[in-house]
Each structure stands twice: as C-alpha cells, then as structure tokens.
C-alpha cells in the first residue's frame, strides 16, 4: 500500500513537472585506431551532418560567440519559445555531438524526434562503430559546460 501511494506520488509530481524534462540525445565518435585526437576529416564529417539538420530546423549558427571550450559547431533555433540545440565538441579522444530539446509538452516532438533518427543513421554510416549513442542514465551523471 506504501509503495503503491509513493509510486502514485512520484508519478504524479513527474506529470506536474513534464514540461521541465529535457529531451537530450548525446553521441561520441572515437578517434580512429590510436589516433589519439579526433582528426580533422571527422570533424568536417561532424560539421556537415549538422549543418544538414540545423538548415532543415532554420537552427542560427551561434559557434562564434560561443564561449564553450574546444567547440566544433553549435546551432540553435532562434525565433522559439522552446528552441532546439544542437552542439559538437571535442573531448579527449572523442567527439561529443548533444541535440537538446526543453518542450513545451511531454515527449519528443517530431522535428526533434526526425533530427536525433537522422544523425544517428548519420552517423553509424559515417561512422560505423566508432560512432556510439551515450546512454541516459550516464548522460544525467556526466553533465559539462556545454549547455
């Protein structure tokens, strides 16, 4: 009876706060053999899989007046509410590529939902198994100063 009322709790204080939970999708692509850095032709790669998305979500370019460490490229959505973000950078040995979304209901819009099936299937072609999909429950325990 307990852990049904705390269940019921806990989902209803998720339901209240639905229109604070971020959809995040984070990938890394690691340097090919024992390259040590990400090479400069990943990055190009990185750069034109994103531009792709940015230009079909009319994202602005904001890399210049970004002040994130070793950034690659960051677009956003400039003329909403609830704009859609999508950055690269390098970290160590790999390339780190986050599409972040705060909307305004629960769950994956289909813009964000068509942008994040688009850069995976990008980058598993580009990529192979360099490229790999950071999984949530690591993604909420390594957070950076990107965002």
């Known amino acids: ?9 806990f989902l209803g204080l998720l339901l209240l706060a639905g229109c604070t939970i971020p959809n ?3 990938y890394t692509i690691s340097a090919p053999g024992r390259a040590g850095a990400p090479v400069a032709a990943d990055k190009e790669s990185v750069k034109e899989v994103l531009q792709t998305v940015a230009s079909q979500l009319k994202m602005k370019d904001m890399t210049a007046s970004s002040l994130a460490p070793n950034l690659i490229v960051y677009y956003q959505q400039i003329d909403s509410n609830y704009p859609v973000k999508l950055m690269a950078w390098t970290e160590g040995d790999k390339i780190v590529i986050e599409l972040s979304h ?3 209901t629960i769950g994956e819009g289909m813009s964000y939902r068509n942008s994040r099936e688009y850069i995976e299937s990008e980058l598993k ?10 999984a949530f429950r690591n993604l909420a325990a390594h957070t950076t100063n990107h965002h």
């Open 1 to 9: 009876m307990i852990k049904e009322k705390s269940l019921s709790l």
């Open 24 to 26: 995040q999708s984070r």
């Open 102 to 104: 705060w909307p305004e």
């Open 125 to 134: 072609t580009r990529f192979g198994d360099r490229s790999s999909i950071v």
